[in-house]
């Protein structure tokens, strides 16, 4: 069997209100002045765990205007405040992009890197400051991952930065803060995690020791999702997403995702469609053009999704197919890239830029062509 690496944050707390651990926690550790990045819907509800911080005589800059598809230029002006601020450490409170920016500004803020030198795996140099993160959309994993996303404006791609120094000393995981996360986002949200989930245990790279943590996220996402969808104080099913948004973010570090993340960047990064829609959409046109790689793996992430099984492995996989379609439906996500306003002279442009991201392709149990990705989004009109 194949060596795998599994990095993950030395803390992790899940449980609803479990808020109060992570202010429990920082005041026991010494540290003085805490950038905290989160964004304005959030802020009422983390406004308690903030005065008590301040209570305690901690200093606290709170930046809240992260914008949803963070650019490069975007990133060097919260760094540039964090800057003067002079943290000594860092929460990020809020969802993917929230958390991306609070683990790269803990990595560079006191450092002589620049961000567009760390694109790709392993080029940070250093661990910076100490910093946690409190997810607020049961979706990216990104409080357990290794992985941050920015938009590089000069080629209008959306781009990965890889490194053990990207994961969080902490993950907080508190279902309550999911609550009021509208439906549309929690819809986005929940199929991002699902295809995490889905791309790692179908990946080229798949392994027993993630498979675990693939196979559960499928199960629990599968089963909660409409119902968050449909009632988002469903306590149940907002802890059953968040959860599998956890299992979803253990994958990314030792297999990380493939061609539906590769295909869905040039979506965010020329037409700014929120990455969790983007996975949403192409995820069941992915799933088919991979099927004849791996069938068996395929036929069993239908039975975790919840279908009953076929005459035979093909016929189990594409119930699975079908399950996603219906999912994807019932939760708002539409099939046609043109709801999205995307026009199909795109299509050539889009292909290119996706195979750019040969960092996830070369994951896919499928090799994807240009044409296939050109075929893949053309059958989205």
């Given at each position: 069997?194949?060596?795998?690496?599994?990095?993950?944050?030395?803390?992790?707390?899940?449980?609803?209100?479990?808020?109060?651990?992570?202010?429990?926690?920082?005041?026991?550790?010494?540290?003085?002045?805490?950038?905290?990045?989160?964004?304005?819907?959030?802020?009422?509800?983390?406004?308690?765990?903030?005065?008590?911080?301040?209570?305690?005589?901690?200093?606290?800059?709170?930046?809240?205007?992260?914008?949803?598809?963070?650019?490069?230029?975007?990133?060097?002006?919260?760094?540039?405040?964090?800057?003067?601020?002079?943290?000594?450490?860092?929460?990020?409170?809020?969802?993917?992009?929230?958390?991306?920016?609070?683990?790269?500004?803990?990595?560079?803020?006191?450092?002589?890197?620049?961000?567009?030198?760390?694109?790709?795996?392993?080029?940070?140099?250093?661990?910076?400051?100490?910093?946690?993160?409190?997810?607020?959309?049961?979706?990216?994993?990104?409080?357990?991952?290794?992985?941050?996303?920015?938009?590089?404006?000069?080629?209008?791609?959306?781009k990965g930065i890889v490194s053990p120094f990207l994961i969080a000393d902490a993950a907080?995981?508190?279902?309550?803060?999911?609550?009021?996360?509208?439906?549309?986002?929690?819809?986005?949200?929940?199929?991002?995690?699902?295809?995490?989930?889905?791309?790692?245990?179908?990946?080229?790279?798949?392994?027993?020791?993630?498979?675990?943590?693939?196979?559960?996220?499928?199960?629990?996402?599968?089963?909660?999702?409409?119902?968050?969808?449909?009632?988002?104080?469903?306590?149940?099913?907002?802890?059953?997403?968040?959860?599998?948004?956890?299992?979803?973010?253990?994958?990314?570090?030792?297999?990380?995702?493939?061609?539906?993340?590769?295909?869905?960047?040039?979506?965010?990064?020329?037409?700014?469609?929120?990455?969790?829609?983007?996975?949403?959409?192409?995820?069941?046109?992915?799933?088919?053009?991979?099927?004849?790689?791996?069938?068996?793996?395929?036929?069993?992430?239908?039975?975790?999704?919840?279908?009953?099984?076929?005459?035979?492995?093909?016929?189990?996989?594409?119930?699975?197919?079908?399950?996603?379609?219906?999912?994807?439906?019932?939760?708002?996500?539409?099939?046609?890239?043109?709801?999205?306003?995307?026009?199909?002279?795109?299509?050539?442009?889009?292909?290119?830029?996706?195979?750019?991201?040969?960092?996830?392709?070369?994951?896919?149990?499928?090799?994807?062509?240009?044409?296939?990705?050109?075929?893949?989004?053309?059958?989205?009109?």
């Open positions: 069997m194949k060596a795998i690496t599994l990095l993950q944050p030395q803390k992790i707390v899940f449980g609803t209100g479990c808020i109060q651990t992570f202010v429990d926690d920082y005041k026991k550790m010494g540290l003085q002045r805490l950038f905290v990045l989160t964004a304005p819907p959030i802020l009422p509800l983390i406004e308690e765990p903030l005065a008590d911080l301040k209570a305690a005589g901690i200093s606290i800059e709170v930046f809240q205007d992260i914008v949803a598809e963070p650019t490069v230029n975007d990133f060097k002006k919260i760094l540039e405040v964090a800057r003067q601020f002079k943290a000594d450490s860092v929460v990020g409170i809020g969802g993917g992009s929230v958390l991306d920016v609070t683990k790269l500004v803990a990595s560079l803020t006191y450092s002589d890197q620049q961000v567009e030198d760390c694109f790709g795996t392993g080029f940070i140099k250093k661990h910076g400051l100490w910093f946690a993160c409190l997810p607020t959309t049961a979706g990216t994993g990104s409080e357990v991952s290794p992985n941050a996303i920015l938009l590089d404006e000069r080629d209008h791609l959306k907080y995981v508190d279902p309550k803060l999911t609550w009021t996360v509208p439906a549309k986002v929690t819809a986005d949200t929940g199929m991002d995690a699902l295809t995490h989930c889905i791309e790692a245990y179908t990946n080229k790279f798949a392994h027993p020791s993630v498979d675990i943590y693939a196979l559960q996220g499928i199960r629990l996402i599968a089963a909660h999702l409409e119902r968050a969808v449909k009632d988002g104080k469903d306590v149940e099913a907002r802890e059953a997403l968040a959860f599998g948004s956890l299992y979803g973010g253990l994958c990314l570090g030792p297999v990380n995702t493939a061609a539906v993340h590769a295909l869905s960047y040039p979506l965010g990064g020329e037409f700014h469609i929120p990455h969790g829609l983007s996975n949403a959409i192409l995820l069941p046109s992915v799933m088919k053009f991979n099927m004849t790689a791996n069938v068996k793996r395929h036929a069993e992430v239908a039975v975790a999704l919840g279908c009953q099984p076929g005459k035979d492995d093909e016929e189990t996989a594409r119930r699975g197919v079908d399950f996603i379609y219906r999912l994807a439906a019932a939760v708002g996500i539409p099939d046609k890239l043109t709801a999205l306003r995307i026009p199909q002279t795109a299509v050539d442009g889009m292909a290119k830029a996706a195979m750019q991201v040969q960092r996830l392709l070369k994951n896919n149990p499928r090799e994807v062509t240009e044409q296939d990705a050109r075929n893949i989004y053309n059958s989205l009109y």
